[in-house]
């Protein structure tokens, strides 16, 4: 550690201990996430899609825009991706600014249309956080926004919404817009209040229309309308 200082010798010892007591004391997360980076899920299944140029793809969530990069340079399709933190939104627009395919929307999509605070902490910005920096977010019904726009088929929907995919699903579920949805990408939270009940409720109703392609419990999970 020569030409260190002593504080900055110091930080990297407790990093060192702290990367070491995680390994032999995983969090139950970290846990959770080892099958899926063995598979390499990041790169393998969440791209893992039949896709034609002329199909639509929904990303919720799409924080800094890499999933949706990703999913038109493999697919070119049409993309619409629904961001509700405003330096996140603006980011993206910025960079699919002259990509005619994908359309960036300043809102989130929910079970009804309301304002909300979020508490903004990068990729986990989320309603239910504890900390961040506080910020007004705009929220629109799914199925309003589904039917002024005339979007029927989906042909994958990728859902990262930090604790909001409970109320969303339950409400495609409930509006009968769940069959819509041919490939449905999505990450529940546990740190939402009865997180596990309202999942394998949603799971069992998910189950009536679609069937899972694979599953990694609160990482990712992956429905496929039956037929297809």
Known sequence: MHGLTLVETLGRLRRSAGLFYRTFNPTL??????????????????????????????????????????????????????????????????????????????????????????????????HFAKKGAPEE??????????????????????VNIEGGEYELLEHFIETGYIRNISDLLVQ????????PSRMRKIQQALSRTHSPTFQYEFVFENWRLRGE
């Open 137 to 158: 977010m705009r929220l629109v019904r799914a199925s309003d926004f589904l039917s002024e726009n005339r979007i029927g088929k989906i042909r994958l929907m990728k």
């Open 29 to 126: 997360q970290e846990l959770r996430t080892r099958p899926w980076l063995e598979v390499e899920g990041d790169k393998t299944l969440m791209y893992d899609f039949d896709i034609k140029p002329e199909d639509v793809v929904f990303d919720l969530g799409g924080f800094e825009g890499n999933w949706s990069s990703n999913i038109f340079s493999r697919f070119c399709c049409s993309i619409h991706i629904f961001e509700p933190v405003k330096r996140f939104a603006e980011g993206i627009a910025a960079w699919f600014q002259h990509n005619p395919n994908i359309t960036v929307h300043g809102f989130g999509l929910a079970g009804s249309t309301r304002t909300e605070s979020i508490l903004v902490n990068g990729m986990a910005s989320s």
């Open 188 to 195: 529940f939270h546990d740190f939402v209040p009865d997180a």
